[in-house]
Nanobody, 116 residues
């Protein structure tokens, strides 16, 4: 079983930056993909960025060029560097992992608020 702990959310002004972190523990050897999703009030949860164990990344069109996902060499921590933040980036951000068999695990979520 995988357990995820997120950190790094907060309040920032438009144009500012934040860095989210997600540390995985437990059966980390089972993790293939690590990523971030977000959910704004009244909206569905959406994928923001993901990175495979081999380093292949994927981004939502809305964050390309502004957000960067990375994964530490030990492959149990994933980061999301968010630059040029916009008010529309305001949401609860959730860390997500997928095992080699596709089983997902979710973190508890961290609030990101961007003021205009």
């Amino acid at each position: 079983q995988v357990h995820l702990v997120e950190s790094g959310g907060g309040l920032v002004q438009s144009g500012g930056s934040l860095r989210l972190s997600c540390a995985a523990s437990g059966t980390i050897f089972s993790i293939n993909v690590m990523g971030w999703y977000r959910q704004a009030p009244g909206k569905e949860r959406e994928m923001v960025a993901s990175i495979t164990r081999s380093g292949i990344t994927d981004y939502a069109d809305s964050v390309k060029g502004r957000f960067t996902i990375s994964r530490e060499n030990g492959k149990s921590t994933v980061y999301l560097q968010m630059n040029s933040l916009k008010p529309e980036d305001t949401a609860v951000y959730y860390c997500n992992t997928k095992s080699w068999s596709g089983i997902p695990t979710w973190g508890q979520g961290t609030q990101v608020t961007v003021s205009s």
